[in-house]
């Protein structure tokens, strides 16, 4: 029964048939992983059911099946052992990104390598096997037969000339391998970031007595702490990353926190509230400044390590997340020089291979030298944690207060506003508000930047207006907010990526648009443009929150008809409805254009345009905006007028055949041609609680 509905791309309906049986979500997910075996041939389930009305075989692979089983195993909270080929293609595929990570990229030393080698094969033959057959691609026989020995495989899995090399291996290869670590370890002084303070300034904790003093010296009224959080890699498998350890730098040292071991102890003492107790009073006090680099993220984190701080991150207070500085310097660099480094300083003129990203990128700009970042994916829960994963740690958290007390001395130099440390750090009053009174912009940004916008007394919300009433243009860091936003029928305007954040303010004044923007422009932006003409989304979250964010702030009431009344990719709100019968004859005539004129003509694949949000490799979108009716009157060519090409040669095989299909619809514009799918099925799920009812006569299409 569940096979018909997987090959129509309705694993929902499945999902929800055996929500209720753990019986039966055991078989299912039994059967998706047997259908996942390399030696499976899936052929054999599809071909009983290629008459299947809408039937889509292209969903119905190892990849979709493997992704659809671990949202089911996490969903279900099944033992992931039930789904070996599932966990073995995902081991699999862990061992080939750890090889590109040492081998290809050399961004991992070797003791981090082998830690997760280690962890990743373990007692699996068959993942022992390919290991040995990777040795030997990246390593030759010798260095397979080093390896091998030390990750303990048996030696009747080793290839003859592997195990040859097994019988020399002399103590002399350590030596060797001993001074080019010693080696490496000095060129990194050289190239990257070092902590200005002593190795005994950082203290790793794991009793309470050791972290009750810690506590005492960072709950200080003024005092500015940099917090981060390092958990295990989990490479794709099932369940959320729980924090290992937790840095707190101070001026002076660094206290790294042995979350797991305290925990643990503070249970046994029947006192496991003790350690939550601690870290909410750090992120709710505003008296003191913590730093992080996406604190939501970790935050996220430290909820899943401890359930007692789910709510940290909505009662947290004085905080400044470095990753918007991060944000907007890498938006103005872009391509151009970055003020405030100076070309003695510059990561390319040392000859650094890997370009550097996140918060190795931040430090470079600002403190001159990148982050060592070949620990970031260590084992931390393994115990005792290495030299090179303590200093890395320490690292990680200590920086951020450097960087913090450069920007807020000098924020002009990195083209910065001079009311950094203003705009960064939440100006909160210590005496809670009732939920009701917080206006949007008022209330504090999981990132710990606080979205300021036009002031509006709460007693006085917006009028509500459509979205063809409402127009934004949407800065360049926006750009996944600006095509959800259009998708739901508000004029959108995109700045391009390299376009300065200040053509908006320009774009605004000219066409009387509302400018969205995040982190620092908005300060910039904010003086150029009316009162409540410019408004700061939140950073950390994802496009769909943010325009849920965006639409009830400013009481815009979508509906259904709204909808894909604009082209996702010109923005324009006028169509050319034609049939399919008179679109098959376009397409054979393009076809027939295509083949004589082999250079190119319009119409052909090449003159396409490809639509970042709703790609017509994936058909399921139908515009409900103005249709300009009478085209099977007036005899729809190729062409439109301005010498608009429709895009015909864009619309994949098949999809002329679906007898559902009765229309389609072109943007007057561009010439995108867009059809009914099910995608405007997953848009109206998506929003459906900002959706308001209409008068609309228009179906919802496969909602399903």
Excluded at 318 to 345: F, I, T
Excluded at 356 to 381: A, I, M
């Amino acid at each position: 029964m569940c096979t018909p509905l997987l090959l129509q791309d309705k694993a929902n309906l499945v999902e929800d048939y055996v929500g209720d049986y753990p019986e039966l979500q055991r078989k299912l997910l039994q059967t998706l992983d047997m259908w996942c075996d390399p030696s499976f041939n899936i052929r054999d389930i599809t071909r009983p059911y290629q008459g299947l009305s809408r039937y889509k075989p292209e969903k119905f692979n190892r990849r979709v099946l493997s992704k659809l089983v671990f949202r089911l195993l996490e969903r279900f909270n099944v033992d992931p052992a039930l789904c070996p080929n599932v966990i073995n293609q995902r081991h699999l595929r862990t061992l080939n990104y750890l090889f590109y990570k040492r081998f290809v990229e050399k961004t991992m030393t070797e003791e981090n390598w082998a830690d997760h080698i280690q962890s990743t094969v373990g007692e699996n033959r068959w993942l022992q096997g390919h290991l040995v057959q990777s040795l030997l691609r990246h390593c030759g026989a010798r260095g397979a037969a080093r390896w091998a020995r030390r990750c303990r495989v048996p030696p009747e899995m080793l290839p003859r000339a592997v195990a040859e090399e097994l019988q020399k291996l002399h103590i002399q290869d350590r030596v060797e391998e001993v001074t080019k670590a010693d080696n490496y370890e000095d060129s990194k002084k050289k190239d990257y970031y070092q902590l200005p303070i002593a190795r005994e300034k950082i203290h790793f904790l794991q009793t309470w007595e050791e972290t009750l003093q810690c506590w005492e010296k960072v709950l200080q009224p003024g005092q500015v702490v940099g917090v981060d959080m390092e958990w295990k890699p989990s490479f794709g498998m099932v369940g959320k990353p729980r924090v290992a350890l937790l840095q707190l730098a101070l001026k002076d040292e660094v206290f790294l926190l042995d979350l797991p071991r305290l925990l643990e102890q503070a249970e046994a003492e029947g006192e496991k509230e003790k350690l939550p107790h601690f870290i909410q009073m750090l992120y709710s006090d505003a008296a003191i400044t913590k730093l992080g680099y996406g604190m939501s993220g970790d935050l996220s984190s430290l909820a899943a390590t401890c359930s007692a701080l789910k709510d940290t991150e909505k009662q947290m207070q004085g905080v400044v997340d470095l990753l918007a500085v991060d944000k907007q310097l890498q938006w103005r660099k872009d391509g151009r020089k970055v003020d405030g480094l100076s070309p003695e300083h510059s990561h390319e003129e040392r000859g650094v291979r890997q370009a550097e990203k996140g918060l190795s990128l931040l430090v470079q700009h600002v403190l001159g030298k990148p982050l060592d970042k070949t620990e970031q994916l260590s084992n931390w829960e393994k115990r005792p944690l290495r030299e090179e994963q303590i200093l890395y740690a320490a690292s990680d958290a200590y920086c951020l207060l450097e960087i913090y007390e450069r920007l807020c001395k000098d924020p002009e130099s990195f083209g910065l506003g001079s009311d950094l440390t203003e705009s960064l750090v939440e100006k909160q009053s210590k005496k809670p508000r009732a939920k009701k009174q917080l206006n949007k912009q008022e209330a504090p940004s999981p990132s710990g930047q606080e979205c300021q916008g036009p002031r509006m007394e709460p007693s006085c919300p917006p009028a509500p207006i459509s979205p063809r009433e409402f127009s934004v243009v949407c800065d360049n860091m926006l750009q996944g907010l600006g095509r959800y936003l259009r998708c739901l029928g508000v004029d959108v305007q995109l700045l391009d990526n390299e376009d300065d954040h200040r053509k908006a303010a320009e774009i605004a004044r000219q066409e009387g648009r509302v400018i969205l923007t995040s982190g620092l422009p908005y300060q910039t932006l904010r003086s150029q443009v009316g009162e409540g003409r410019c408004f700061s989304v939140n950073c950390s979250e994802k496009a769909k929150e943010q325009a849920l964010q965006v639409l009830k702030h400013f009481n815009v009431q979508v509906s259904l008809s709204d909808i894909f009344s604009r082209c996702q990719v010109c923005n324009c709100n006028k169509y050319l409805k034609v049939s399919r019968e008179r679109m098959r004859q376009l397409v054979e005539g393009s076809t027939r254009a295509s083949g004589e004129h082999s250079a190119g003509c319009p119409g052909s694949q090449s003159c396409g345009v490809t639509v970042p949000a709703c790609a017509t490799a994936q058909p399921g979108c139908a515009p409900h905006g103005e249709r300009a009716e009478g085209a099977e009157q007036s005899g729809a060519a190729a062409g439109l007028a301005g010498d608009t090409v429709l895009q015909v040669a864009a619309i994949p095989p098949g999809v002329l055949d679906r007898a559902e299909l009765t229309d389609f619809f072109c943007c007057t514009r561009c010439g995108k041609v867009f059809w009914e799918g099910s995608h405007f099925g997953r848009v109206v799920s998506q929003f459906q609680d900002v959706l308001v009812a209409s008068g609309d006569t228009q179906s919802v299409y496969e909602l399903s």
